[in-house]
């Protein structure tokens, strides 16, 4: 909700560069007072990498989009990272079959999505299908940058790592703005208070705390226990926007969100008591 609000007066790439780089500089230096590691190229290299495909791709592609759709229906279709975490090991590892349940999970996710994404009956349902599926991309790049950070060397300190993620991805997507044209757009138009407190909610809560938290699990706990959150996520942004932002919550919106989590539920259910 707070992205949603921010892009409405505040460019996308501006808003989640900012967003980043100021989150991972007071981490960093939370993580400089609070701990005696230091980052080495080598933990640079692998944050850059991580801080591309989490926030750059990832996070950056749903603030684009959310200019477009509402901020329940790009929840919602982030939710699908679960179902791409299954895919993505099956695929790379040949050792690795999936189970009847998982299958069937995976054939209801896709049909939920089905389902969210608009017929192309019109140009502008053509317009927000091409978002949709945008945002489909951007909870791929989101699920191969947790795979990838569960190996990757990072520092122990999760602070320090997500600090470093942070950095690099904000500074990517500033650059990235810069080059758009953002910064003459910023010039021009003057940006709302509610976009620059939507800021601040997403630099202290959407990033120094649950980025961190984030980041923290990947080392901690299996990918189908991580992938979890995309069970709350959706139903907490349907209603925020439908009780804040007025969006609309259609019959198409409940059944898409209804299968989606049906079957990412089948995905991630454990397979033991």
């Known amino acids: 909700m707070a992205i949603r609000i921010g892009v409405q007066t505040m460019p996308p790439f501006f808003l989640a560069g ?24 080598w933990h640079w290299r692998s944050a850059a990498i991580i801080g591309f495909l989490l926030l750059v791709s990832g996070n950056a592609v749903v603030v684009w989009g959310e200019q477009h759709i509402s901020s329940g229906l790009a929840a919602l279709l982030i939710s699908t990272v ?20 998982i299958i069937t999970g995976l054939m209801v996710g896709f049909i939920g999505v089905v389902i969210l994404i608009p017929p192309w009956t019109s140009g502008a349902s053509a317009h927000e299908s091409l978002v949709c599926l945008a945002l489909l991309g951007a909870s791929l790049s989101w699920a191969i940058g947790t795979l990838y950070a569960k190996s990757a060397p990072l520092p122990k300190s999760s602070h320090l ?8 991805g904000g500074f990517i997507l500033l650059v990235l703005s810069y080059l758009t044209g953002e910064w003459n757009h910023i010039q021009q138009y003057p940006i709302a208070a509610a976009a620059w407190k939507g800021l601040v909610y997403l630099v202290l809560f959407g990033s120094v705390i649950a980025f961190s938290a984030y980041q923290w699990l990947t080392k901690k706990i299996s990918t189908a226990q991580l992938s979890t959150y995309a069970y709350v996520n959706p139903v907490v942004a349907v209603f925020l926007g439908w009780a804040f932002l007025g969006e609309t919550i259609t019959f198409r919106l409940l059944c898409g969100a209804l299968v989606i989590l049906g079957g990412v539920i089948l995905i991630s259910w454990p397979t033991s008591k």
Do not use: H, K, N
Request: charged content about 15%.
């Open 161 to 168: 790592a997500a600090s470093l993620e942070m950095v690099c």
């Open 18 to 41: 900012s967003r980043f780089l100021l989150a991972g500089i007071i981490l960093f230096l939370y993580a400089c007072v609070t701990s005696a590691e230091r980052p080495t190229l």
């Open 82 to 101: 679960p179902i791409w975490m299954v895919c993505l090991p099956v695929v790379m590892s040949r050792a690795q079959r999936p189970t009847g349940r």
